[in-house]
């Protein structure tokens, strides 16, 4: 169906372009037909591809394609054992990534559930509940307070019709509909003579005709965004695929040199090809995905404990590399929930304390005490009585049923030790006046001593002109100073708090409650100034993001007055700091675009596809974007991002399926946290890198430096497997363990363009690989020169290779701190020691003997095993403090300069 601004239209001409008549409705066989031309009133899921399909697609990717290689290789040296365990490695992540395979289907659905099921409409004439799937456009639907809306409407009439739009929009408080025509360049946050599907009506009733329906709907567009949104790799997934793609060249080509080599050297073919094999099964790191795995996992369960779920496993190490998280501001950097945060009453300014819906808190007065203010007590009454809202707890936790600014109203009363149920039982309801957008106040009639009592609470600049007096703090009626009125709501207003006044009125017996009794003779009581607040632990968060470096961006769909002072009270940017709107965005081309996502950090009234191209424009200037929301709105954006982070309790059900974290307190703070533990598991991903390159590297270069210098292997190919088999799980798996280094939270985040080693961790990489070369083949030499057999000095060899990967385990404990300043990490300890238990079976067991070729060595040989694995550790110690002395003499130089 082609789109129309039909916010800009008057509600007649939409009617008349859907040839509807607004007093009947359609009549049955049309809306029939429109039925078939439009189809049903859901949105659509792409089909999945093949069970098949998504299986095979797991088994495809570069590092798992080396794993088949090596454990194809290993088949054919009959190692069944150590096959099995590749295969079942290999098997292991494809299941976990076939699982979690269909995340944006699953958000498509969640998308589809979060439509209305029924809807009212009127057709022939006739009032009638219908399923929202049968809805067509120019369908007549009638709206009530509690009602979800069903499909995106054009308002025909709105009687105090109010509808939360935060899912959608991000608008914090809930819209007052109109149905005046509006400006056709006017934003989806400001069309309020429109109601979009998926909404809910808090309060009012209004009659709307459909304008579009299922994939044609504001919730079929942003359904579309989820569904191109590409799932990203993460930087350590996207490095290690590189990684793995050079590997298998280098192996295949050094395993096809030495089989070349061998044979011109006049060795068997067989011989050659068994030596190839042994030296690509010694190279390949078949642990790293078991690794990544069990590392990956464990960060899992750390951060649920810390209140952080993860939905996708290799998120885990993207948000130690984060370096920019853009978050939705309402419910996310806030809390959801409008607080008081000042009253003016009676000429004083009271100051009020706590967050959200929770009742605890105080109203402080200063040097005053507020109890003694009857100017304060009347005003909280009139914040009681003239409420349509209720205050209940269930789950341990405060809500509100109703409209949240109300629901404040009685948080506030609370605060002040009034109990709303008390008062309107005490003093019930005889009359009221209901919220009209017109004119923008509620007025209640109650009998209070005797005396007929109206309370009015609304827009200060409506009711301010009806007053005449004013309630001072001693319960008296002074003289009104409209001024200071005006003043004590206009510094409210530049603090970005909502403002509402409160007035009251008595009416003589039979004097009936109308908009004529209250236009004047008012007396007025106080200001309320309100706001959604920032999170009590969000301002910390983002301090320690700050001196982490990374950059905390606001992108809401609320007022740009409220976002930039929410964010400056969060400290995202401090005073002078700008803040672009939608509108400003959409005129911007892709370069200016660009630049104002790198440059500017509070972002408001942005619709969906503006939060997607900002994500967009971070990722291609090379930053690492974790993007938080609770919103429909926030959903593909959330889905884009490196990281996708959801609200746990307030998050609708599309933003967690297309999240890969849910934070189950919904607290930013809890970012924070996540980060720490994701760049702890970062670091012991690159240990474990750190570790197996060097130790694979090197079993693989024994063979070629022998097969090129035409010696005898030091190291026989099921000696090669053996080590694989043990080290890999027993050694380096246990760096998974590794608790968080001290200051983690104090460095800048690891650059995504960065390689995995750097040049330090190349250094120290062809230390050890050296070490193990020139330790092996002159262990192996000097044995064979004492007289020992070539099944002892192959003994020794090996022996050799383990120890030296023992004590690098402990070096790589940390990368730039010495090992024995690390926290405890028992795991090391148990693996080593299981380690030397099997390589004492490896050496001195019969049918280990027998299956190895292995002999027991004696004294002197374990003496020059240990001394050159010593030998290795103090120099790649020495290594490490040389490294960071240069650092921090660099960063000493550049700080003075």
């Known amino acids: 169906m082609t789109q129309f601004d039909w916010h800009a239209m008057e509600a007649p001409a939409v009617a008349q372009h859907f040839m509807v008549d607004p007093a009947s409705g359609l009549d049955e066989s049309e809306a029939a037909a429109r039925l078939r031309v439009y189809g049903p009133n859901r949105l659509s899921v792409q089909s ?16 798992v394609l080396v794993l088949i290689a090596a454990g194809i290789l290993t088949l054919l040296l009959d190692e069944w054992v150590d096959a099995g365990v590749i295969f079942g490695v290999v098997l292991v992540n494809a299941i976990v990534g076939f699982i979690q395979e269909g995340k944006a289907e699953a958000a498509l659905e969640a998308l589809a559930r979060s439509v209305a099921a029924e809807a009212t409409v009127l057709r022939a004439g006739v009032r009638r509940r219908l399923d929202a799937a049968d809805l067509v456009p120019g369908d007549l639907v009638a709206l009530a307070a509690g009602d979800k809306v069903p499909a995106d409407l054009r308002l025909l009439s709105a009687k105090e019709l109010r509808t939360a739009e935060a899912a959608l929009t991000g608008e914090s408080v809930p819209v007052d509909k109109r149905v005046v025509p509006l400006l056709a360049d006017a934003l989806l946050a400001d069309r309020s003579n429109m109601a979009y599907g998926g909404t809910l009506v808090v309060a009012g009733n209004g009659t709307g005709m459909v304008v579009a329906t299922g994939d044609t709907s504001e919730m079929g567009r942003i359904s579309r965004l989820i569904a191109h949104a590409p799932d990203l790799t993460t930087p350590l997934t996207r490095k290690l695929d590189a990684f793995a793609r050079r590997l298998l060249w280098v192996i295949l080509v050094l395993a096809a040199l030495t089989f070349a080599v061998g044979i011109l050297r006049g060795e068997s073919a067989f011989k050659m090809f068994m030596a190839a094999v042994a030296l690509a099964v010694g190279a390949i790191p078949e642990g790293l995905p078991a690794a990544m795995t069990i590392t990956l996992a464990i960060g899992v369960a750390r951060m649920a404990k810390r209140r952080a779920i993860i939905r996708k496993l290799p998120a885990v190490e993207t948000l130690g590399s984060t370096t920019v998280i853009c978050s939705d501001k309402t419910g996310t950097l806030t809390e959801n929930a409008m607080t008081v945060r000042e009253v003016w009453a009676g000429g004083e300014t009271f100051s009020v304390s706590g967050s959200g819906y929770n009742p605890a808190g105080d109203i402080d007065a200063g040097s005053a005490s507020s109890a003694s203010a009857i100017s304060l007590r009347e005003t909280l009454m009139a914040g009681i009585l003239c409420n349509d809202a209720r205050l209940v707890h269930e789950d341990q936790q405060w809500k509100i049923i109703g409209d949240p600014t109300e629901g404040a109203l009685l948080v506030l009363a609370r605060k002040g030790g009034l109990d709303e149920g008390t008062l309107t039982s005490v003093f019930a309801r005889l009359d009221e006046l209901s919220f009209d957008s017109n004119r923008q106040y509620m007025a209640t009639l109650h009998e209070i001593e005797g005396a007929r009592i109206v309370y009015v609470k609304g827009a200060v600049e409506k009711l301010l002109p009806a007053c005449t007096t004013l309630l001072d703090r001693h319960g008296h009626e002074v003289a009104l100073d409209a001024a200071a009125v005006h003043a004590a709501a206009a510094r409210m207003a530049e603090s970005s708090l909502r403002v509402l006044a409160m007035v009251r009125s008595a009416l003589t017996p039979g004097q009936q409650l109308d908009h004529a009794s209250i236009d004047h003779d008012l007396v007025f009581l106080g200001l309320v100034g309100m706001i959604d607040p920032p999170r009590p632990r969000a301002v910390a968060a983002v301090r320690t993001c700050h001196a982490a470096g990374i950059r905390v961006k606001m992108i809401t769909g609320d007022h740009p007055g409220t976002a930039i002072a929410i964010a400056r009270q969060l400290g995202i940017v401090r005073n002078g700091a700008g803040v672009l709107t939608g ?31 900002l994500v967009r424009a971070l990722q291609a200037n090379g930053e690492v974007v974790a993007m938080t929301g609770d919103g429909i709105n926030d959903a593909p954006a959330l889905k884009q991002a490196d990281i996708g982070v959801a609200m746990g309790q307030a998050g609708t059900e599309v933003a967690k399926e297309a999240a890969a974290m849910v934070l189950t307190d919904d607290n930013f703070a809890t970012i924070e946290a996540a980060i720490e533990e994701g760049r702890g598991i970062y670091d012991n991903l690159v240990k474990f890198i750190v570790w197996t390159v060097p130790t694979n590297a090197g079993e693989g270069l024994v063979i070629v430096a022998a097969i090129f210098a035409g010696t005898t292997l030091p190291i026989a190919p099921l000696q090669i497997l053996w080590i694989n088999m043990t080290t890999a799980v027993l050694l380096g798996l246990m760096l998974a363990f590794e608790p968080a280094e001290r200051g983690i939270m104090q460095r800048r985040p690891r650059p995504s363009a960065a390689s995995i080693l750097d040049r330090a961790l190349i250094i120290r990489t062809v230390l050890v690989i050296l070490f193990l070369l020139g330790g092996t083949f002159s262990l192996f030499e000097l044995a064979l020169h004492r007289g020992k057999s070539v099944s002892e000095a192959r003994t ?102």
Request: proline letters at 3%; one cysteine or more.
């Open 48 to 63: 999945a591809r093949g069970v098949f399909a998504r299986f095979f697609s797991q088994l495809i990717q570069p590092l």
């Open 583 to 613: 509108r400003d965005l959409a005129g911007f081309d892709d370069q200016a675009f660009s630049k104002a996502a790198m440059e500017v950090d509070v972002f408001a009234r942005v619709e969906p596809e503006q939060k997607l191209r």
């Open 796 to 897: 020794i060899a090996a022996n050799l290779f383990v120890v030296v990967e023992t004590f690098y385990l402990f070096n790589c404990r940390s990368l730039v701190r010495p090992f024995w300043t690390c926290g405890a990490n028992w795991w090391v300890w148990i693996g080593s020691a299981t380690t030397v238990a099997l390589q004492m079976a490896f050496t001195y067991v019969p049918i280990f003997n027998r299956i190895f070729q292995t002999v027991p060595i004696g004294l002197l040989g374990w003496v020059s095993i240990v001394a050159v694995a010593a030998a290795s550790a103090v120099v790649v110690e020495a290594e490490k403090w040389l490294h960071t002395s240069r650092t921090l003499r660099r960063q000493s130089h550049h700080a003075i300069r």
